[in-house]
């Protein structure tokens, strides 16, 4: 259970999300939406680059690959803690520290346990001894870097995050020479 202390008194921290598919949308109802609420991840099997990504630190969009979000995946999780505002840890040698947290990324050094293959050696990245993100989860501490005691409230409530309201075209139908990564996404 996460925990935040704002004005003295403790609250209990939960994250309420729910998702709907709407293919359908249009880039007008992106860039207009109002809705703090709101995110929007586009979802396709080809992403170039080849990584789900969000639109920068604190922000409302993004674009998911399809097989990143397989059962027990935890990239959802991670891209959200980025849209509210968190960044990747610097330092990513974890071993013996360890489960890792929510915001750690692909390539981190992990205890053998957490990696891809639990027989590899530390940080042998051609055969999977770096961390498998399914074994990240949120601690306390990646709540507390979330500063909800810093923000402004009015009638109880806040906004976490900012806005970025792009609209993704599918990767599929544009060539990598179209697209540039945004030089703040963070896969
Ligand atoms: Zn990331």
Redesign the pocket.
């Known amino acids: 259970m996460g925990l935040a202390n704002i004005e003295g008194d403790q609250h209990r921290v939960t994250f309420k999300i729910t998702a709907s598919f709407q293919p359908q949308i249009t880039a007008p109802d992106i860039y207009e939406n109002v809705n703090p609420r709101n995110n929007y991840f586009r979802i396709e099997e080809f992403a170039h680059g080849n990584i789900s990504f969000v639109d920068g630190l604190g922000c409302n969009t993004g674009y998911f690959k399809l097989d990143n979000l397989y059962k027990g995946s935890t990239t959802a999780a ?2 959200y803690g ?1 849209t509210l505002g968190l960044h ?1 840890p610097t330092d990513l040698d974890l071993r013996g520290k360890g489960r890792p947290g929510i ?1 750690y ?1 692909r390539g981190t050094l992990v205890d053998a346990q957490y990696q891809y293959n639990p027989a590899a050696h530390a940080g042998d990245n051609t055969n999977g001894g770096t961390m498998h993100p399914m074994h990240r989860r949120v601690r306390q501490e990646d709540i507390d870097l979330l500063k909800l005691h810093k923000l402004e409230y009015d009638n109880g409530k806040a906004i976490v995050g900012e806005f970025t309201s792009v609209w993704h075209p599918n990767h599929a139908d544009i060539s990598s020479g179209d697209y540039l990564l945004p030089i703040t996404s ?2």
């Open positions: 991670h891209e980025h990747h915001m990324p963070l896969s």
